[in-house]
C-alpha cells in the first residue's frame, strides 16, 4: 500500500478570519448618512447659497427659513459681524421662544423691489455698499411689509439686524 492512500483528509484546522460583527450593516449606514448629509448640503446650497442668487432671493429664503422654524440655518446667512453679537444657540433658543407669544409661520414672501446703497457706519460693521430689499410677507389676510439691507460677503448675499434688534439680543432675545 502507498502511503498517499493511506493519507486521510482532515479540515481545515486553522480558525476562520475573525469579521467585525455587523461590520457590513454598520459600513452601508455610514455610507446611507454620508449620503443624506452630502444631499441636504446641496440642497441648501441650491435653496440660498449660489453665487448667482440676488440679494431678494436669499433674502426671500430668509423668511422661509424663519417661517419653517429653521433658525439654525437662518442664522448661518446672518453677516458675520452679526453672528458674533448673537450666537447661534441663543437665536435658536429666541426663535424657539417667540413661537410662544407669535407663530413664526407667513403663507408667502414676496420680493417687490432691490436697491442698491451705501452706508457710512453701518451698526457692527461699519461702512459698506449693500442691497436694500423690500419684501411683502402674507400671514392669513394681513400683509406685512419690510426693507432688509443684505450685504455681499465672500460672494454670498448675507442679511443684518438692524440697531434696535442688537441692542436687544445683546440684553437678552428680542
Known amino acids: 500500500m502507498s502511503s498517499r492512500s493511506a493519507q486521510t483528509t482532515r479540515p ?8 467585525w460583527p455587523g461590520g457590513r ?7 446611507a448618512a454620508l449620503a443624506l448629509l452630502i444631499a441636504v448640503g446641496a440642497a441648501v446650497y441650491l435653496l440660498v447659497l449660489r ?5 431678494g432671493d436669499v433674502d426671500k429664503a430668509r423668511y422661509e427659513l424663519l417661517s419653517d422654524s ?9 453677516h458675520p459681524s452679526h453672528q458674533a453679537v448673537v450666537s447661534e444657540e441663543a437665536f435658536v433658543r429666541c426663535g424657539v421662544e417667540s413661537e410662544t407669544r407669535n407663530s413664526p409661520l407667513v403663507d408667502a414672501v414676496e420680493v417687490l423691489k432691490e436697491t442698491e446703497g451705501h452706508d457710512d457706519d453701518m ?8 442691497t436694500l430689499v423690500e419684501i411683502r410677507l402674507l ?4 400683509y406685512i411689509y419690510t426693507n432688509d439691507q443684505m450685504i455681499k460677503v465672500n460672494g454670498t448675499w448675507r442679511w443684518t439686524m438692524s440697531q434696535p ?7 437678552g432675545c428680542p
Request: net charge negative; glycine share 10%; hydrophobic share 40%.
Open 123 to 130: 451698526y457692527g460693521i461699519g461702512p459698506v455698499d449693500y
Open 139 to 142: 400671514r392669513g389676510s394681513d
Open 25 to 31: 450593516w454598520l459600513l452601508l449606514g455610514g455610507t
Open 51 to 55: 453665487d448667482d442668487d440676488s440679494a
Open 70 to 78: 429653521r433658525y439654525a440655518e437662518a442664522w448661518a446667512l446672518l
Open 12 to 19: 481545515d484546522t486553522e480558525p476562520p478570519a475573525r469579521r
Open 165 to 171: 434688534v442688537i441692542d436687544a439680543f445683546q440684553v
